[in-house]
């Protein structure tokens, strides 16, 4: 069996390892790279499978990576997609209030944006109907107008495109199966690599761990469900939002005006089994769901930041009254009977830090002079992509000169 090397070989065709790929090619034309993925086609996980928005990035404190790849990020997309005739829906977002505590949250999420300089505006409640006059808030709101939606799955095919035409070989259906030294197995395919670079997503601590990275992180994976407004594209223009829990990754029950401008309501933000949960038994690994399992028990049993209230808040999610009826208080009218069937289910990978059972909420890649693992790529990492790919291949470029670099 032959060979195949490559200078970069990596793992995991979502928008990462795409994004990953796109910049060492700029860099380095004359270089190999190549990405492998167990999948069909690129983006059939969490690239695939998110909202579409892009955020503006005020929702993150302005020490975090988080807070200068979203503000970066968004504007990067925003011009990929310009250029290269991709749809984008500019509708901007307003955030709302339901009460005087929920209005103090306000107030922190302008300081930030203020700290991360990026664009939010108040608005009076009369302000905010000039927006979308079905939308309600308590005393004030927030507008972002720089955020939009687009759609994933066409960046992710055409950023496929783009690497192709530039030289970057794609191998589909080439699950990883091991490494060693220079050398992965994958698929029924044998590869050398100067440098091996691991975005596996949901997978990417379990690669990390067989080369000794990430050893105090595991990935519990979230279900993430959204629930279409089927009765008409009307009734809701923008964005809408809740005032988020800062303390948890998630964002709360809110409405996304999609890139055709229709209508959904969610995401769900549900402890899933295991790591492809996404319905029913389907792609069900026993020794996933013993490992998760154990992990989830004792998240419950300490109630690690509040994950007992998140679970049991969560599950109801699955009962679509339920559900609906989260999203009501924030527009004045909307037709309950008006909801479709729920949509494709995605699976957010959020790594866990098994020391203090505290999830982490900013990016993290640990590496050295032959791999560099993505171990966190955190939500909003869509909108940040452009970016962190750049964070990422300079982290490697110091590794690979044998400078010492921080991870994560």
């Not at 500019?90 to 009460?99: E, I, N, P, Q």
């Not at 494709?344 to 505290?358: D, H, M, S, V």
């Amino acid at each position: 069996m032959s060979i195949r090397y490559y200078d970069y070989l990596i793992v995991g065709g979502g928008i990462i390892g795409l994004t990953i790929a796109r910049e060492l090619k700029q860099r380095f034309p004359d270089r190999k790279i190549a990405i492998l993925d167990k999948e069909a086609d690129v983006a059939k996980h969490s690239s695939g499978r998110n909202s579409g928005v892009l955020h503006a990035g005020f929702y993150y404190t302005a020490d975090s990576l988080k807070a200068k790849f979203t503000r970066e990020g968004n504007q990067a997309m925003t011009r990929y997609c310009e250029e290269n005739g991709l749809k984008i829906n500019k509708c901007g977002k307003v955030v709302v209030a339901s009460d005087e505590e929920e209005l103090t949250g306000l107030y922190e999420l302008k300081r930030r944006a203020d700290r991360n300089g990026v664009e939010l505006n108040w608005l009076s409640e009369k302000e905010l109907q000039l927006i979308d006059p079905n939308v309600k808030t308590f005393k004030r709101a927030l507008h972002s107008p720089s955020t939009s939606t687009v759609d994933p799955v066409e960046v992710c095919n055409k950023l496929k495109e783009d690497i192709a035409a530039n030289g970057v070989d794609l191998y589909f259906n080439c699950p990883y199966k091991s490494r060693k030294d220079n050398f992965v197995k994958a698929g029924n395919e044998t590869f050398e690599c100067g440098y091996f670079i691991n975005a596996a997503g949901l997978y990417a601590d379990k690669i990390a761990h067989e080369g000794g990275f990430g050893s105090k992180y595991t990935i519990i994976p979230f279900k993430g469900i959204y629930l279409k407004y089927a009765k008409n594209k009307s009734d809701v223009g923008t964005n809408v939002y809740p005032v988020p829990n800062l303390k948890n990754p998630f964002l709360g029950v809110h409405f996304t005006k999609t890139v055709d401008g229709s209508i959904k309501i969610g995401p769900t933000a549900i402890p899933a089994f295991w790591r492809e949960n996404y319905k029913g038994l389907s792609n069900f690994k026993l020794g996933e769901f013993f490992t998760i399992l154990g992990f989830e028990i004792k998240l419950f049993l300490t109630n690690a930041f509040n994950f007992r209230t998140l679970a049991f808040e969560e599950m109801k999610k699955y009962a679509k009254r339920h559900f609906i009826g989260l999203s009501l208080k924030m527009v004045k009218q909307i037709d309950s009977d008006g909801f479709g069937d729920f949509l494709k289910p995605g699976i957010r990978a959020q790594l866990l830090n098994k020391e203090t059972l505290e999830l982490v909420q900013d990016f993290v890649i640990e590496g050295d002079h032959r791999s560099m693992h993505v171990l966190n790529a955190v939500s909003p990492a869509f909108t940040c992509s452009f970016p962190f790919a750049q964070y990422v291949v300079n982290s490697i470029c110091e590794k690979q000169g044998g400078q010492s670099v921080e991870a994560g």
